[in-house]
Structures are given as C-alpha cells and as structure tokens.
C-alpha cells in the first residue's frame, strides 16, 4: 500500500498522542506506603477545632490527571456528641468526585459512614450530601478505611460498607 503525505501526518499525529496519552492514564493508582505519607496531614481542622489523623487509617488515590484524592480517619474524642457521632474523618480532594449520583467540588471536607449512610460535611459540619452505602460480604479481611480499584471507578470502604467514587 503507497502512503502519501496526508496518511504519514495522520499517522504521525496518531502516534504522538498514544505516546502522551498513554503515559498519563497510567498514572492512576491508589497510593500506598511513602507515597501516601508525604502528602497525608496529620491535623485537620473540622467544625472548629483541630483532630489528629490516623496516618495508619489513611489511603489516598492520584488520579490520571495527577490529581490526589486523600482520606484519613481522625481522633474525634474531643467534639461535641452530634459532630462526633457523624464525622470520622477528613476527605481532600483536588479534582471534582462523583458518588453514586452526589458531585463534589475540589476542597476539604468532613465525612462518616454512619446507619447505612456516607455523609460528606462542609468543614463547617453543614451536610453537602448523604448517599447510602453498600456492604461488601465477601470482603475478607475489612480493614477501617481504604480506596480499591473497581473498574473504571474506586470503591471507599470503612470496613465492609463502601461507596463508588469516581475520581476522573
């Protein structure tokens, strides 16, 4: 077959682009170890006042534009009883997240997985959204908080409940 110059540019576009394109859908990943302890708080501000995070119940994901999604369980003993029974923990997000219908915009907000619910909180404790959760009986060992590639989305458990996150 004799190619003329109109197919080698087509074909030479073509190839630039996988070779861009490629390199960055690659990027998508739920962080682990360093990673995600250089880019994890370890205070956060909610409703007032400051919690310590528990690096240890934090997980994160980059997504394939590069954008971080962070979420971490924090030490709630010091909040009033209505903000402690609702917030677990903080969620940070550079890039827009849809759960199951629900948007969120980039920004810093308070979450809790609570009575089937999971609830996202301005971080001056105003509900922005509540969803229902979903449970994962076949999970084997449920762990308090971690993100798992589900797909074309990512699944946020707090042990067996989950909801989908889709982060791109």
């Not at 998508?28 to 370890?42: E, I, M, N, S, W």
């Not at 962070?70 to 402690?84: E, K, M, Q, R």
Request: hydrophobic share 40%; with cysteine; glycine share 8%.
């Amino acid at each position: 077959m004799k190619m003329n110059h109109r197919m080698v540019c087509a074909l030479a576009v073509v190839t630039l682009l996988v070779s861009v394109l490629i390199p960055v859908c690659a990027n998508a990943q739920v962080l682990a170890g360093d990673q995600l302890k250089k880019v994890t708080p370890t205070n956060y501000f909610f409703a007032g006042q400051v919690a310590s995070v528990q690096a240890r119940n934090s997980t994160g994901l980059k997504n394939t534009a590069g954008k971080l999604v962070l979420v971490g369980l924090v030490d709630t003993s010091g909040y009033a009883t209505a903000i402690a029974e609702k917030y677990q923990g903080f969620l940070i997000t550079e890039t827009k997240l849809t759960f199951d219908g629900a948007t969120l915009e980039p920004g810093a907000y308070g979450f809790g997985f609570k009575d089937g619910k999971f609830t996202v909180m301005n971080v001056a404790g105003t509900n922005v959204f509540s969803i229902a959760a979903q449970n994962d009986d076949e999970i084997k060992h449920p762990v308090p908080l971690k993100f798992e590639k589900s797909g074309t989305r990512y699944r946020l458990y707090d042990g067996r409940k989950f909801v989908y996150v889709n982060a791109d």
